[in-house]
């Protein structure tokens, strides 16, 4: 297994508990521990509801996903239960690939994954970013917690490069972000990952078009 020393995020997502009104436990829990938490909304898809924790960390993958593992026996210990684990390298780390040669060589839940940030005035504007994403393998998802403070929509494209290196997924970004830009709607934040590791993606069947069957 290659390492990708450097940078990491791990992702833990966490089964989504409707309990009314009042606080959210897991959020509760995540301030508790200090942990960084964010409730995730897909536009569509089997789980549009995603709450999330994430940790960051430096080493290599094996070490990161020890370290995952022993937050999940908590969560799980707590009555939580998690759904994915899913860690992100940095772009510039150790083993991501270069060319489309060396992707070919990673296994399939290897991509590059950028996040576009977006200040939107209404939902007809969502709506159109929406559309403007989808033939780029991009699609639309925000956070439940976050509100800008001007009364927009603040809201995420996210686009998934799969089975490329770094320059191509950096030239299909480009073109997503001078898409989007001439358009009308600029991106305020852009964030880079390399997705290295994910026990369940089918979290996300039915999100992002032209996405593998996911099941």
């Not at 549009?48 to 995952?68: I, K, V």
């Not at 927009?152 to 191509?168: D, I, K, L, S």
């Not at 073109?175 to 358009?183: G, K, Y």
């Not at 600029?186 to 993606?201: I, W």
Request: charged share 30%.
């Amino acid at each position: 297994m290659r390492q990708f020393a450097g940078e990491f995020e791990t992702h833990l997502t966490v089964r989504a508990e409707n309990r009314g009104e009042g606080d959210d436990p897991i959020r509760i829990w995540a301030e508790h521990h200090g942990i960084k938490y964010t409730r995730i909304v897909l536009d569509r898809g089997r789980t549009p509801d995603q709450p999330m924790l994430t940790c960051p960390g430096r080493g290599h993958l094996a070490g990161q996903l020890a370290t995952a593992r022993q937050w999940s026996q908590r969560l799980q210990d707590d009555g939580f239960r998690v759904v994915r684990l899913k860690i992100e390298a940095a772009p510039w780390n150790a083993d991501v690939p270069e060319t489309d040669d060396e992707a070919a060589d990673l296994p399939g839940h290897c991509y590059f994954e950028h996040h576009a940030k977006l200040v939107l005035s209404s939902e007809p504007q969502v709506a159109a970013v929406r559309a403007l994403a989808a033939p780029h393998s991009a699609h639309v998802s925000r956070n439940a917690r976050r509100t800008s403070a001007d009364g927009g929509h603040e809201r995420f494209v996210t686009q998934r490069c799969r089975g490329v290196g770094r320059a191509e997924a950096g030239r299909r970004l480009d073109v997503l972000l001078r898409v989007l830009t001439a358009a009308g709607y600029e991106a305020v934040e852009v964030e880079k990952e390399f997705v290295v590791y994910d026990d369940n993606p089918a979290v996300d069947a039915g999100w992002i078009k032209g996405e593998p069957r996911l099941v």
